[in-house]
C-alpha cells in the first residue's frame, strides 16, 4: 500500500510542476505540454490503477474487527442462510463485523483463495475442502487450530466422522467443520415402494424399473476436472464389500479386487439399461423428468431434487443400499481453515464466528434450512431440527451414518488420483475399455504420483 | 543556389511525443502480455508453488523431460494428437466453409444480409453460454438432435458421453461458433476483387466454376491465408468448450493441449509444468503462423 501512495503523490506533483513552467511558454507550446502531461497522466492513470484497492486493514480506530470469509454458500437457501447466521452473530458480538466474500461455486472459490492468497490478500477465513487444505497447509499459509480445539466447549460433542474430517495426515486439525453431507437414495415412490437396503437388492429393482423410457439411476463420473458422484459411488460401493481405493499409508489400490467389481457392477447395470452416465446433475434431471427411478446424491441436494420433482410424485428417501460388510458413506462438503496472515485480533474473532456457527443451535438452524447435517447430535434436541426431522424422519438414519462416515485422509496425490480414477471410471462407462482395463491403467499413472 | 540536404536517417527519438501517446498501449502490451509471457518461461524451469514463491524449486528442464516422456496422463503426445485433429479439421472446414457461403452471399439483397447477420450472430454469442446449450442439445436422453434422430429412424448418439463422437461434436459446435467470422473475412476480400478481370474472363468463355478458381481465389489468397492464421491460432487455443462440454473426457479423449495447461495450472496445481505445456503451445503457434507466412510469400507471383 505504501508504494501506491507514493506514486500517487509523484504524479500529484508532476501535474503541478508543469502547470507552473508552463505559464511563460507560448500557447502552442503550452498545448503540446498539456496534451504532453495529459499523456503521462493516462500512463500512470493506468499504471496506478492496480493500486487503487481499498485499505485491507480490518481493524479499525475503535478497536472494532471486521472477519473476511470467503465462500461459495451462493445458491437456494444457503445465501440467506448464511447471511441470517452472520446477521445474528454480529448482533451478539458488537465489535465484530463479518464481510461474507461470496463466490459461485467451489471451483472458482478455490481459484480465488489461491489467487488471493498469490497477493497478499487472503481472507481471515474461508471454506476448504480436505484436498485443498493439504495444499494450503503445506504452503504454510493456514494455521493449525489444535490449540484452539483443545479449548473449545463444542468440539467434544462433534461426531467423530466430523472430528476425523477436520485433521491431515500430520494428526493435527487444520479446519473446522461448516457444510456437511452424506450420500443418500432419492427415489420415486411411483417407481419404487420400498428404498432397496443391499447393492444387491438395488440391481434388482434398477433393472425391473428401466422399461418404457425410464432409466433407473443416471449419474456423473466426472472426469479429469474431478471426481463426481458416478465414482465416488464405485469407492462407496467397494467399501461397502470390504474393499478400499487408498491404502493406510494414502496409496491408491484402485486394483483392489472389490474396487473393479464395484465398477463392474455400474457397468453391468449400464448394459442392461439400467443405469446411464451423464453431466450436470443427470440424476436429479432423470428423477424430475419421471424418466430416471434413483438418484444417489447427497443430502445438500434435497432442497434441489424437490424443485426437480415440483410435486409431480412423491420423492422418498434413504440411506445408501448395504454392501456385505454393511454401510459406507463418503463424508462430502467443506470446512473452514484459518489464513495466516490475519492478525490476532481478526484470528480471534473469526475463532467466535467459527465456534457459533458449529453451536448446536446454529447448525441445527442451518441443517433445517438447507438440507446440510448438523455437526454435533445436540443439535437434535434444538426445536427447530426436532421438527425438522419429525417432518423427514429419514434424516435420523442418515445422521447416525456420520460416526461411520469416511473419507480417504488426504496426500498431496490424493486429487490428482482421484481425477484419474474418475476420467477412467468414465472411459469404462463409455465402453471404450474394460473396468478391469481402466483401472489397470488408473493404478499405473496414480502411483507414478506417490512421493 | 542552396542545396538543401535532408537526412532520411531516422533518429529512434526524434518525436518523444510520439512515445508519449503510444506509452498507453506499451504499458497494457507490456504488463498483460509480455511481461507474463517472460514471466511463464521462468516459471517453466521450476516446481512453482504460487501460493508461497519461498518453496518453489529450480528444476531446470525437468518439466520438460517429463512432458516428453509422456509419462503423465494424459500424456503430452496424446493431448498433442487431438490438439493436431481438431485443428486441422476446424482450420480445413471453417476456412472452406466461410469461403463457401461468402460465395453464396456476396450480393447484398435483404435475403443474403439476413443470411449473413444469421450466421454472423453465432460468433458474437457467449462461448459459455452457447456452450451450455449444445450440452443440452446434445443430451443423451432428453437432447433435441437425438429427438429428431428417432423422428428419422436413427439410433440415438450419446455425442459427449462416447470417446469416438466427444472430439466430433465438440468440432461441430465449434465449427457452428467460428464460421461465422470467417465468412465476413471473405465477404470483405470478395468486395475487393476486381469485377473487370471477372467479367473479361467470362467473355473470354470461363465458366462460373473456372472463373472462381483461377480468378477470384488467387485475388483472395492474403484474405485465404489470413483466415487460415485466424483459425489456427483460436483452433490451437480453443478452450471453453472442451472446459464446459466435456472437461477433457470421456476418459481424456478430449483432453487437448490447451486443456491440459488449465489442468495441470488450476485442478492439478503443477504450475512448473503447465507453463512448460504453455510454451510449447506458444512455440507451436508462433511456428504455424510463420510457416503460413512463409508459403503465402512464396505464392505470391
Redesign the interface.
Known amino acids: 500500500m505504501s508504494r501506491c501512495t507514493s506514486h500517487s503523490t509523484t504524479s500529484h506533483n508532476v501535474t503541478t510542476n508543469s502547470s507552473t513552467t508552463n505559464s511563460s511558454t507560448s500557447a502552442f507550446g503550452s498545448r ?1 505540454r498539456t ?2 502531461v495529459a ?2 497522466g ?2 500512470l492513470a ?2 496506478l490503477s492496480g493500486c487503487s484497492t481499498p485499505d485491507a486493514d480490518a481493524g479499525s480506530a475503535s478497536g472494532d474487527v471486521t472477519v473476511t470469509f470467503m465462500e461459495a454458500m451462493s445458491s437456494g437457501a444457503l445465501k440467506p442462510s448464511l447471511e441470517a447466521a452472520t446477521a445474528r452473530f454480529e448482533a451478539d458480538n458488537p465489535g465484530i463485523t463479518v464481510e461474507l466474500i461470496e463466490q459461485p461455486d467451489y471451483g472458482t472459490l478455490f ?1 480465488k483463495i ?1 489467487s488471493s ?2 497477493a497478499g490478500a487472503a481472507p481471515t477465513i474461508a471454506q476448504v475442502n480436505a484436498a485443498w487444505a493439504v ?2 497447509a ?4 493456514i494455521l493449525p487450530l489444535d490449540d484452539r480445539v483443545a479449548g473449545s466447549a463444542t468440539y467434544d460433542s462433534f461426531y467423530d466422522g466430523i472430528k476425523n474430517d477436520m485433521t491431515l495426515v500430520d494428526g493435527q486439525n487444520w479446519m473446522w467443520p461448516f457444510n456437511k453431507s452424506l450420500y443418500v437414495q432419492y427415489f420415486n415412490s411411483n417407481l419404487v415402494a420400498d428404498a432397496p437396503s443391499t447393492w444387491t437388492e438395488f440391481a434388482t429393482t434398477a433393472r425391473d424399473v428401466s422399461t418404457d423410457g425410464v ?1 433407473a439411476v ?1 449419474t456423473d463420473p ?5 471426481i463426481g458422484q458416478g465414482s465416488e459411488l464405485v469407492g462407496m460401493i467397494a467399501e461397502s464389500n470390504g474393499g478400499s481405493m487408498f491404502d493406510d499409508e494414502g496409496v491408491p489400490t484402485f486394483t483392489d479386487p472389490e474396487v473393479i467389481s464395484a465398477l463392474e457392477y455400474l457397468v453391468g447395470l449400464q448394459a442392461d439399461g439400467a443405469l ?5 446433475y443427470p440424476g436429479q ?2 428423477l424430475g ?1 419421471e ?1 430416471g427411478a434413483f438418484d444417489l446424491s447427497t443430502v445438500a441436494s434435497y432442497q434441489y431434487n424437490l424443485a426437480a420433482v415440483d410435486g409431480k410424485f412423491e420423492m422418498g428417501v434413504a440411506t445408501l443400499p448395504e454392501g456385505t460388510e454393511g454401510a459406507s458413506n463418503a463424508l462430502s462438503g467443506t470446512n473452514i481453515a484459518m489464513f495466516a496472515d490475519a492478525t490476532d485480533a481478526e484470528q480471534d474473532a473469526a475463532w467466535q464466528y467459527m465456534e457459533f456457527l458449529a453451536s448446536s443451535a446454529e447448525t441445527a438452524e442451518w441443517a433445517a434450512a438447507t438440507g446440510y447435517l448438523p455437526v454435533t447430535p445436540d443439535a437434535i434436541d434444538e426445536p427447530v431440527y426436532a421438527d425438522y426431522i419429525a417432518s423427514n424422519p429419514w434424516v435420523s438414519d442418515v445422521i447416525a451414518q456420520l460416526d461411520i462416515a469416511v473419507r480417504p485422509t488426504p496426500r498431496p496425490w490424493t ?2 488420483s482421484l ?2 480414477f474418475a ?2 471410471v ?2 469404462a ?5 474394460t473396468p478391469a482395463d ?1 483401472l489397470e ?1 488408473a493404478q499405473d ?1 496414480a502411483l ?1 504420483l506417490v512421493k | 543556389m542552396t542545396v538543401v540536404t535532408v537526412s532520411r536517417r531516422r533518429r529512434p527519438f526524434a518525436s518523444r ?1 510520439a512515445y ?2 503510444i ?2 498501449a506499451v ?2 502490451f507490456a504488463v498483460f502480455t509480455i511481461v507474463p509471457t517472460l514471466a511463464t518461461l521462468g516459471i517453466s524451469l521450476f516446481e512453482w ?4 514463491i519461498g ?1 518453489s524449486t529450480l528444476i531446470g528442464l525437468d518439466n520438460y523431460t517429463a512432458m516428453v516422456s509422456g ?4 500424456s503430452f503426445w496424446s493431448t498433442l494428437a487431438v490438439t493436431a485433429s481438431f485443428v486441422v479439421s476446424m482450420v480445413v472446414i471453417v476456412t472452406a466453409l466461410g469461403l463457401a457461403i461468402a460465395v453464396l452471399l456476396r450480393r447484398p439483397t435483404r435475403l443474403s444480409m439476413f443470411g449473413r447477420s444469421a450466421i454472423f450472430l453465432a460468433f458474437v454469442t457467449p462461448q459459455v453460454a452457447t456452450s451450455i446449450s449444445w ?1 443440452w442439445m446434445y ?4 437432447g433435441v438432435i437425438n429427438a429428431v434422430l428417432e423422428r428419422l429412424a436413427l439410433p440415438r448418439v ?1 455425442w ?4 469416438d463422437t466427444a472430439l466430433l461434436a465438440i468440432l461441430i459446435y465449434s465449427l457452428w461458433h467460428a464460421t461465422g467470422f470467417s465468412m465476413m473475412i471473405f465477404i470483405g476480400g470478395l468486395a475487393s476483387v476486381s469485377q473487370e478481370l471477372g467479367e473479361a474472363a467470362r467473355i473470354d468463355g470461363c465458366s462460373h466454376w473456372q472463373e472462381f478458381w483461377y480468378i477470384t481465389l488467387p485475388e483472395l489468397r492474403p484474405f485465404v491465408v489470413f483466415a487460415v492464421i485466424i483459425a489456427t491460432i483460436n483452433a490451437l487455443q480453443a478452450f471453453t468448450q472442451f ?1 464446459v462440454m ?8 478430449t ?1 487437448t493441449l490447451g486443456f491440459q495447461v488449465y ?1 495441470q495450472a ?4 503443477n504450475a512448473g509444468y503447465a507453463a512448460a505445456l504453455a510454451v510449447v503451445l506458444f512455440a507451436i503457434t508462433a511456428v504455424m503462423a510463420y510457416a503460413q507466412q512463409r508459403v503465402n510469400r512464396r505464392l505470391d507471383p
Open positions: 503540446r496534451l504532453g499523456g503521462a493516462v500512463v493506468i499504471a481459484t489461491e492468497v498469490a495444499t494450503l503445506d504452503s504454510d499459509v432409466v443416471s466426472g472426469g479429469a476436472s474431478g446411464a452416465a451423464g453431466t450436470n434431471q432423470a423428468a424418466k486429487t490428482d481425477s484419474i476420467a477412467m468414465s472411459e462407462l463409455a465402453g471404450a475399455s481402466a491403467r499413472a507414478a | 511525443w508519449a501517446f506509452a498507453p504499458v497494457v508453488n504460487w501460493l508461497n518453496q509419462a503423465m496422463l494424459p450440452i443430451n443423451d436422453r432428453f450419446n459427449l458421453g462416447d470417446p472446459f466435456t472437461g477433457g473426457g470421456p476418459g481424456y479423449s483432453a489442468q488450476f485442478v492439478s496445481r
